[in-house]
């Protein structure tokens, strides 16, 4: 399938065609695919809407904490539970700099999938990374993810990790029966991290909404111990947690000497069935 099938254009909804190196609607509104192969498909009026993506700086700082490998585990998690369903269209919606995209498109070669985010540094990212890995079943596009420039029902599955969940737009491109899959921290998520930042460490509040026109269907955890090593990853990995925008200069020195940091990474997947 041609992505052009199913992107439709955010100013007047029409379906696109493909000529050589832009996206053109029936009605004329033109969109470039950049260099890198991303394609931004904001409405003209909220680029200023752009600046509410991650920076250049959070897309690097976590690419590089990727590279890891801490958080594979949540990636072939995430590959088995979308296995059990049809995912022949799947929609990243939030994906940052295309760690979980990548890793998707990869297991599901036959699938198409989309990565929506509205940094363009991180649609930038998944791009060029696809683009080295000669993955052509994957595009991204900075859109945000509350009017995803997609067709009505069109997704098998929507995959929402770590970022805001804009239920109303997940139901409209999902399919019946497609799958809204929600992945977020679990009670002990990072306790180690927190441990060294904090004298009161408490756990996370799990919570798991209802969403109108979805069915919660079952949440999946995982939970497994993992060290770190190294303080530029440690700090990087600090970076992409909401603790970064909340800790105060005095707590943050806490990490400055720390090279090797032991923690349970706890996370859930909420499995939601559009009804
Ligand atoms: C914490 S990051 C998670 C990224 C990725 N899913 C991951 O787990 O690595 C949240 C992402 O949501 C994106 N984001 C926030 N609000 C958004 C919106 N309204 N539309 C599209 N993307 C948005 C940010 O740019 C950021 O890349
Ligand atoms: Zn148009």
Do not use: W
């Not at 490998?69 to 022949?88: F, P, V």
């Not at 306790?191 to 009161?200: A, F, Q, R, V």
């Not at 700090?235 to 090797?260: C, G, Q």
């Amino acid at each position: 399938m041609n992505f052009e099938d199913f992107l439709r254009c955010p100013i007047c909804g029409c379906n696109f065609s493909r000529f050589e190196n832009s996206l053109k609607c029936e009605k004329g509104h033109s969109f470039d695919i950049a260099s890198s192969g991303y394609i931004n498909l904001l409405k003209p009026g909220k680029m200023n809407n752009a600046k509410a993506g991650d920076s250049k700086e959070m897309i690097k700082a976590r690419s590089n904490f990727f590279l890891s490998g801490a958080y594979s585990n949540i990636r072939n998690k995430l590959c088995d539970i979308i296995g059990q369903y049809k995912n022949d269209v799947i929609i990243d919606a939030g994906c940052g700099e295309g760690y979980y995209t990548e890793g998707v498109a990869d297991k599901f070669g036959v699938s198409s999938v989309i990565g929506f985010d509205m940094s363009k540094f991180g649609c930038e990212h998944g791009a060029k990374s696809a683009r080295r890995m000669d993955k052509s079943n994957v595009l991204y596009s900075v859109s945000s993810i509350f009017e995803m420039p997609v067709d009505d029902g069109c997704a098998d599955i929507d995959i929402n990790l770590f970022a805001p969940v804009a239920n109303e737009d997940f139901l409209r491109v999902l399919a019946t029966q497609g799958r809204l899959i929600v992945v977020s921290a679990g009670t002990k998520h990072l306790d180690g991290l927190k441990k060294i930042l904090y004298s009161d460490v408490y756990d996370n509040e799990e919570k798991f909404p209802s969403y109108d026109g979805f069915e919660l269907a079952g949440v999946e955890n995982l939970k497994y111990d993992a060290t770190i090593s190294g303080y530029d990853t440690i700090y990087n990995l600090f970076t992409m947690t909401p603790y970064y925008h909340r800790t105060s200069l005095e707590d943050k020195e806490k990490l400055k000497n720390v090279n090797e940091l032991n923690t349970t990474i706890e996370v859930n997947f909420a499995i939601y069935k559009k009804l």
